[in-house]
């Protein structure tokens, strides 16, 4: 479960994301898809986004339109820069279709938008910073959990005769954030320092709506040697994990300091249950493997995949503190419930099938941290979201499972 403080290091991207981005996060989607959908053409693959600035300039000269497109956990994300597209229902409709989509438009000088749209049906569609006002064929669909990460609800209209005396509204520097937040509930997918910096991107270029591509400018990308990039201011925002874990980890006391090494998921669960927190710490690296290996069981049980003959050997091989091969699992993923085009919650508090699988498969894909309190923290915070953000359960079942756990 996601909160907008998860997000402070977006306003000091070096790439300006906050005065002026589109974000488009697709669900459930590989990148050569979204790119058909958008009818677009590959210029160039790079490394995050350092040289976004130079293939952007390419394709706007040759009269296209840019983004930068990623594979990320849970789908694909779409990012403009200076660009709009993904608030377009010419170009949502048909990258929406049999899925679900959010966009957060962030911008310095016009509105900024909160869209969230499922198989073409814009359900939500408001400005972060005025969350009174919302429109969409369901504008209240998300209201919950708007006002679980702390939307404002008041109004500033002028034309309002008591806008002056609502209490309710203030400027609020964290809505982007709590838009990303928001996105993330409703996709899964969650937005990464690291992602930005250091994920596989592809520099797509898109004929503008109505013109024949034919007669466009072929896109000439300019030598590398144009764009001088001080390493230096660059390099300052790399992702820095030490400045995330000190941001995740402000304002909690820390009776014990080797409660630090369990890392950005060791805080969120300082956060939730510090004496759990503290007993890992003192149970030893043996003990914090073996939760790290029955909470992805845990896990693994409430998607419904522990007992799959498609997921033995995923499972076996995890056992054995190995990664299956590629191959394995390909096999297996493709054998995963299709994700709905959102996430639904059943009479239970919990998930539909396919999030649930899709959720817990990223236990498979993901890297064990070396720490083995960290990684026993990573595990048990994965089996919270499978679980649908509830842990009192995985907490009791933990520590009747390792009783030193107290």
Same mark, same amino acid.
């Given at each position: ?22 974000? =488009?996060? %697709? ?65 949502? =409709? ?9 966009? %957060? ?97 592809? /520099? ?43 941001? /995740? ?41 073996? %939760? ?19 997921? =033995? ?94």
């Amino acid at each position: 479960m996601s909160i907008f403080s998860d997000y402070n290091w977006f306003e000091s991207t070096f790439h300006g994301l906050m005065e002026e981005s589109c974000l =488009t996060f %697709v669900r459930g989607l590989r990148i050569q898809e979204v790119i058909r959908r958008l009818g677009g053409s590959e210029i160039a693959g790079m490394t995050g986004l350092r040289q976004m600035d130079r293939y952007r300039d390419a394709v706007t000269n040759a009269g296209q339109e840019f983004a930068a497109v990623a594979d990320v956990d849970g789908g694909v994300l779409v990012l403009e820069q200076y660009g709009l597209l993904g608030t377009y229902e010419t170009v949502f =409709t048909p990258l929406s279709r049999g899925t679900s989509l959010a966009v %957060v438009y962030s911008s310095e000088n016009n509105d900024a938008r909160f869209m969230w749209i499922a198989d073409g049906d814009c359900r939500v569609d408001f400005d972060p910073f005025h969350a009174a006002w919302r429109e969409g064929s369901q504008p209240d669909a998300l209201l919950a959990e708007m006002q679980r990460l702390g939307f404002n609800f008041g109004t500033d209209e002028a034309d309002d005769p008591g806008w002056v005396d609502d209490p309710g509204w203030v400027y609020d520097d964290n809505a982007t954030k709590r838009a990303l937040a928001l996105a993330e509930h409703v996709t899964g997918i969650r937005l990464t320092k690291a992602a930005l910096n250091t994920a596989p991107f592809v /520099a797509v270029a898109m004929p503008p709506q109505g013109v024949d591509p034919a007669k466009l400018a072929p896109v000439v990308v300019p030598p590398v040697e144009d764009y001088e990039y001080d390493e230096y201011e660059y390099d300052k925002y790399e992702y820095d994990q030490e400045a995330d874990l000190a941001a /995740a980890w402000a304002g909690i006391d820390v009776p014990d300091e080797r409660i630090r090494s369990s890392g950005y998921n060791g805080a969120l669960l300082a956060r939730r249950d510090m004496n759990l927190l503290l007993a890992l710490a003192s149970a030893g690296d043996e003990v914090c493997r073996q %939760v790290w290996l029955w909470a992805q069981e845990w896990a693994f049980t409430k998607a419904e995949l522990i007992d799959k003959p498609f997921f =033995t050997p995923i499972l076996e091989a995890i056992r054995r503190g190995e990664a299956a091969d590629d191959l394995t699992r390909h096999h297996a993923k493709q054998r995963l419930d299709r994700l709905p085009v959102s996430p639904e919650d059943l009479p239970d508090g919990s998930l539909d099938r396919g999030s649930r699988q899709h959720l817990a498969w990223e236990l498979v894909n993901n890297p064990t941290d070396p720490v083995p309190l960290a990684a026993a923290c990573d595990a048990l915070f994965k089996a919270v979201v499978v679980n649908n953000g509830r842990d009192q359960q995985l907490f009791a079942d933990l520590r009747a499972r390792f009783p030193q756990l107290g």
